[in-house]
């Protein structure tokens, strides 16, 4: 089954202790991205990749890191995690096609509390 | 200050009716337009695309429709059905920002009675 699944689901978590989620797709994307969703303000965007070893900021990079070593993967670190980094974070990946608009997939979401 | 604007209220309509959500934009110039479901505690699941040259897209009871004078989306349900109700999030792409930069509305909750 083609998806896109992120690892964990849901986290408590303290401040300043590092965490990493995974995020793994199966259907041979280019692009993924990381938004995270707060009441309110909708998705937004946090870091994306084109391919592997290409990254770049979204709209909210402040305060995480990602890394593209593989097609398949694209974890989130978070390197010293603050109550402002609860939210619920949403994995995302999309063929990348020149000259083509294309929808994405989206992971199942992980609930994450910074206490 | 760029804006995607949907509504924060829920709507309530009754089954079978047909349900209409709206998305406004100002101070983009989108290449195009997606619309995607969540449901509650689920990732947003892709429904429809319309690009900014069309003005209409359906797809079985959906309708999309595109409005670039009026910077305004709009999506309709018809024959609308419990099972319908969710949120219902607008998404556009702006030039600017390649083939896969999407910014997002923060979405409508659409509830349907029977």
């Known amino acids: 089954e083609a998806q896109v699944t992120q690892n964990p689901r849901y986290l408590i978590t303290v401040t300043g202790k590092k965490l990493t989620v995974t995020c793994s797709q199966n259907?041979?994307?280019?692009?993924m991205s990381w938004y995270r969703q707060d009441p309110g303000l909708g998705l937004r965007q946090i870091y994306y990749?084109?391919?592997?070893?290409?990254?770049d900021k979204g709209d909210v990079p402040e305060g995480y890191k990602v890394s593209r070593k593989e097609k398949r993967n694209f974890p989130l670190i978070l390197e010293s995690p603050s109550p402002n980094q609860t939210s619920l974070y949403f994995c995302?990946?999309?063929?990348?096609?020149?000259?083509?608009?294309?929808?994405?997939?989206f992971g199942p979401g992980t609930r994450l509390t910074v206490l | 200050s760029q804006k995607i604007e949907q509504n924060s209220e829920a709507l309530n309509i009754q089954e079978g009716k047909t349900a209409t959500l709206t998305c406004n934009y100002t101070?983009?110039?989108?290449?195009?337009l997606q619309w995607y479901r969540q449901d509650p505690g689920r990732g947003p699941v892709f429904l429809l695309l319309?690009?900014?040259?069309?003005k209409e897209k359906r797809k079985e009871r959906l309708k999309v429709t595109f409005d670039t004078t009026l910077k305004q989306s709009l999506f309709h349900i018809t024959a609308s059905q419990p099972a319908d109700s969710a949120t219902y999030l607008c998404?556009?792409?702006?030039?600017?920002?390649?083939?896969?930069?999407?910014?997002f509305g923060a979405g409508t909750r659409l509830a349907v009675h029977p």
């Open positions: 319309i690009r900014e040259n069309e």
């Open positions: 995302a990946s999309s063929p990348r096609t020149s000259g083509t608009y294309n929808e994405q997939f």
């Open positions: 259907m041979n994307h280019e692009y």
């Open positions: 101070n983009y110039s989108p290449a195009y």
């Open positions: 990749s084109m391919n592997v070893e290409v990254t």
């Open positions: 998404a556009l792409s702006p030039f600017s920002g390649g083939y896969n930069k999407l910014i």
